[in-house]
Structures are given as structure tokens and as C-alpha cells.
């Protein structure tokens, strides 16, 4: 199985990187397509091909993975139109706020003949294997989307949902991470408040989110039921959560997530 991915830029470029790392590929397996010079040298000092010319890169595939920001979309699919094969080949895209039926209209071909379409949101741990990755299947057999899904699983999680719920995911997961991010930050600082060196606040909070993840998705406990555990009745824990509550903090995660719907 063969892959090309067009535009390798922050996400783009975390995807390929996540791909060298797969157990389903290996480096010359996949084609990068990129208009910047050094970023094809970086990935062609690690083995795979790589080119300026998309149309190329669409030719060498079996799967195409167009990773452009959503204003180049239009372009970049119009521009490898002819070269695609129908037939044998799978489209999936990744730019948020682009419609199936916007990507419809610009790519059948006589008769309303497309190929095999799949709106795909990942975020940048993907480079990691650790992506938490939205899948939507558009004209596509079951297979075809087993073999789509089975690429994500090996960089992450993958989770097939209906395209209304693309901008929530984008927010929750793509955004998400950048809000996990944001809270970490914010930790951390409060711990060097509290005394300790920068780094050493950044590695316990990191330890700590980390244990958070690892014990919800062990036990499968609902989030508020493991909190239980860690707030004894007239404790700090609680009066700490109980001050986060005062300053609005689960209104404003959830206003956050809201105002990022795309």
C-alpha cells in the first residue's frame, strides 16, 4: 500500500512523521508533495520520495492525503483531478470547515463518477502515535473505510462519525490538544508560584495529567467518579476544585470548545 501526502506543513508534516514511525509503512512506501525545498530534504534524507509536483505524488499512491489550509483546497484538488484514478484510488482530506459537498462538486468527473472520499481531523500528536483522529467516510465501502481507520489506529485513535459532528471533533481533539496544552501551562506555573523550578513543575504536572489519562482510561470511570476518590470531605482537594468552580472553569472549557466550532 502506497501513500502520498500533499502539503507538509504543521499537520501535514506530523502525519508523515507519525507515518515513519507505522508498523504499516516504510519509507518507500510514501510520497511527500511540498513546495518548500527544505522541508522535502528533511524527509527525503529519511527515505522517501519526495517532490514540488503534486500531480506526481497523486500518480505514485494508492491513498492521496491532501493536507492544505482549507483556502488552498479547491486548488490543490482541481490540480490533481485528471491524474487520479477512480477506479483504484482513495481521497482523504484534511482541512477543517471544507464540506463533502463542497469536494463533490469540485472533483466528479462525467456521469457524477467520484472516488472514494474521507474527511479526516487528526491532531498533531499524531507525529507521536498518540493522534485522537475524527474519520467520515463519503461514498466509500466498508473495507475501504477499514483500511482508513486501520492507518489512524496505528498513529492513535480513530473515531468514524457523521459529518455534523466534524467541527465539534476538530474542536474537542485538534483544538483540544492545544487546550490540554494550555492547562498544563497554567499548572505549571502555579507550581513555580508555589516554589518549585520551572522544570521540575513542568515534569510533575506532566507525570500527574499523565496518571489523570491513564487511570480514566483503565478503569473506564467516569471522570467525576475517580474525582470522588481524591476529595476527602473538608479536604484541600476539594476546596481547590471548589475555588477553579468559583472562577468559572468548567464554563469557560466549555465556552472555549464552543467558541472553536468550525
Known amino acids: 500500500m502506497k501513500i502520498a ?6 499537520m501535514g508534516g506530523a502525519t508523515v512523521e507519525g507515518l515513519l514511525e507505522s508498523d504499516l509503512f516504510i519509507p518507500s512506501d510514501i510520497t511527500v508533495a511540498d513546495p518548500v525545498k527544505d522541508t522535502r530534504d528533511k524527509f527525503a534524507d529519511r527515505g522517501i520520495y519526495v517532490t514540488p509536483d503534486n500531480n506526481e505524488a497523486a500518480a505514485r499512491a494508492d491513498i492521496v492525503m491532501v493536507v492544505v489550509k482549507p483556502w488552498l483546497v479547491e486548488q490543490v484538488l482541481k490540480g490533481i483531478k485528471d ?5 483504484r484510488q482513495m ?3 484534511t482541512a477543517a470547515g471544507i464540506k463533502s459537498t463542497q469536494v463533490t462538486e469540485w472533483m466528479s468527473k462525467d456521469g457524477g463518477q467520484m472516488l472514494p472520499l474521507f474527511l479526516v481531523i487528526p491532531n498533531i500528536a499524531i507525529a507521536f502515535k498518540a493522534s485522537m483522529t475524527f474519520v467520515v467516510p463519503i461514498g466509500a465501502t466498508p ?3 477499514h483500511t482508513v481507520c486501520e492507518i489512524f489506529d496505528d498513529l492513535g485513535e480513530t473515531h468514524v462519525t457523521e459529518e455534523r459532528l466534524l467541527g465539534a471533533g476538530t474542536a474537542l481533539a485538534s483544538s483540544g490538544i492545544g487546550y490540554a496544552m494550555r492547562y498544563i501551562r497554567a499548572s505549571s506555573e502555579g507550581g513555580v508560584e508555589m516554589g ?3 522544570a521540575d ?3 510533575i504536572v506532566l507525570q500527574t495529567f499523565k496518571g489523570a489519562v491513564r487511570l480514566l482510561q483503565t478503569t473506564g470511570e467516569h471522570p467525576e467518579a475517580a474525582i470522588d476518590k ?3 470531605p473538608g479536604g484541600i482537594t476539594i476546596r481547590g476544585l471548589n475555588e477553579m468552580e468559583n472562577a468559572g472553569f468548567t464554563s469557560a472549557v466549555i465556552r ?3 467558541a472553536g466550532l468550525v
Open 196 to 198: 518549585f523550578k520551572a
Open 91 to 93: 481521497l482523504i482530506l
Open 83 to 87: 491524474t487520479l484514478d477512480y477506479s
Open 201 to 203: 513543575a513542568v515534569k
Open 5 to 10: 501526502v500533499i502539503g507538509a506543513g504543521a
Open 143 to 145: 473495507q475501504q473505510t
Open 256 to 258: 472555549g470548545l464552543k
Open 230 to 232: 481524591v476529595t476527602t
